[in-house]
Each structure stands twice: as structure tokens, then as C-alpha cells.
T-cell receptor, first 114, second 114 residues
Framework: AQTVTQSQPEMSVQEAETVTLSCTYD???????LFWYKQPPSRQMILVIR??????QNATENRFSVNFQKAAKSFSLKISDSQLGDAAMYFC???????????FGEGTQLTVNP | ETGVTQTPRHLVMGMTNKKSLKCEQH?????MYWYKQSAKKPLELMFV???????ENNSVPSRFSPECPNSSHLFLHLHTLQPEDSALYLC?????????????FGPGTRLTVT
């Protein structure tokens, strides 16, 4: 069974600084999708960024980028120029190419200090 | 706003009550999902519907009964719940049920079972 592990329950960063959130996963599949979701205090789950496993190039979305290491089964999220609005719980998630199930990690609570 | 709405946003019910959670999506999607988010645990997929047909049941107890009358509406009927069923229940939808399709989440229903 696929598992997703986020080893950092909490992280903090100063406003305008850069922070990296870690995620590892376990799968025997060669093709799959990886996601980072953000859940602010409103509890609305919002997709931040996605990565297709067959793509070697790391995904980027404005201030958000990933470091995808397929062999190491690692998928970290880098947030540059952190803003107060980035404070939230961040979840890493995995999904098989043909599957409907999203498997989530335990989450990392990010605090942004002014 | 992601185009997925859930009602009610908060619900308190006794163990002998019967209640229903409602989810509606305005995105023209064909797949809908129920997830359970408990404190200190990763999100857990409960049910998947694709074109109104249930395609996945993640070993959910029968006291949770889903209903999908059409592709835009999803219900979760609750009866004889236990205190450990207290959690945030999230609904999501996607254009298709395969891995390439992004899931859009609703704001959730915070359920407390007394």
C-alpha cells in the first residue's frame, strides 16, 4: 500500500524568507501524481502544486516550487518570499495514475512570523 | 470559493440521531468524494462516486451511508454514530476519477458526536 510521510509536524519561517517542507512516499508504481495541498484556518483545502512522476522537470507555481527526487521517493515543497497568508497546514498527497484515491501525509503546520 | 459547497458547516448530534451532510458542486464534474479528517491523523478517503455510481468504499462502517442522486450532489447519511466519528468531513469533486484530474474540495462539515 502507498504511504506518505511528512516528518515535520511544525515549521516556522520569517516573513520574506524561504522554507522547505519535506515529504517522502512509498510506492511500487512507476507512474503517479504528487500534490501539495494547503489548508488554512478556514479548513478549505487548496491545491498548491502538482507533479507528474514521468516529468523530470520540477514543477513551479510562482513562489512555490518542488524538489522531486523519484529514486529517493522524496517530494519537498519550497516556499520563497514567505508571506503571512502562507500560514497554514500543508499536506503532501499521492495518487496513482489510474486511481481515484488521494493518499495524504499527516501534514506540516507552517507558521509565518512577521 | 472552489465551486464545492457543503452544508451544514457545523453539526452536533447525539449518538441516537439521524442526520445528513450535503455536498454540491457547480463545476460540471463527474466524480465526487467523501473524506474524513480526524485530529492528528491524515485525511482518509471514505467513498468515491463516478457518474453517480459508487466505485470505492474504503471499509467504512455501515452507520455512514452515502447517496449520489446525480453528478452534482452527494450526501452522507449518518445514524447511530460514535464519539470517535467526530471529525471534519470533506467533500471533493473532479472532472474524472483518474489520477490526472485535480480534486476540488469543499469547506467541510465539522461534526461533533455527543
Amino acid at each position: 500500500a502507498q504511504t506518505v510521510t511528512q516528518s515535520q509536524p511544525e515549521m516556522s519561517v520569517q516573513e520574506a524568507e524561504t522554507v522547505t517542507l519535506s515529504c517522502t512516499y512509498d510506492t511500487s508504481e512507476s507512474d503517479y501524481y504528487l500534490f501539495w495541498y494547503k489548508q488554512p484556518p478556514s479548513r478549505q483545502m487548496i491545491l498548491v502544486i502538482r507533479q507528474e512522476a514521468y516529468k523530470q522537470q520540477n514543477a513551479t507555481e510562482n513562489r512555490f516550487s518542488v524538489n522531486f527526487q523519484k529514486a529517493a521517493k522524496s517530494f519537498s515543497l519550497k516556499i520563497s518570499d514567505s508571506q503571512l497568508g502562507d500560514a497554514a497546514m500543508y499536506f503532501c498527497a499521492y495518487r496513482e495514475t489510474s486511481g481515484s484515491r488521494l493518499t495524504f501525509g499527516e501534514g506540516t503546520q507552517l507558521t509565518v512570523n512577521p | 470559493e472552489t465551486g464545492v459547497t457543503q452544508t451544514p458547516r457545523h453539526l452536533v448530534m447525539g449518538m441516537t440521531n439521524k442526520k445528513s451532510l450535503k455536498c454540491e458542486q457547480h463545476l460540471g464534474h463527474n466524480a465526487m468524494y467523501w473524506y474524513k479528517q480526524s485530529a492528528k491523523k491524515p485525511l482518509e478517503l471514505m467513498f468515491v462516486y463516478n457518474f453517480k455510481e459508487q466505485t470505492e468504499n474504503n471499509s467504512v462502517p455501515s452507520r455512514f451511508s452515502p447517496e449520489c442522486p446525480n453528478s452534482s450532489h452527494l450526501f452522507l447519511h449518518l445514524h447511530t454514530l460514535q464519539p470517535e466519528d467526530s471529525a471534519l468531513y470533506l467533500c471533493a469533486s473532479s472532472l474524472g476519477s483518474g489520477g490526472t484530474y485535480e480534486q476540488y474540495f469543499g469547506p467541510g462539515t465539522r461534526l461533533t458526536v455527543t
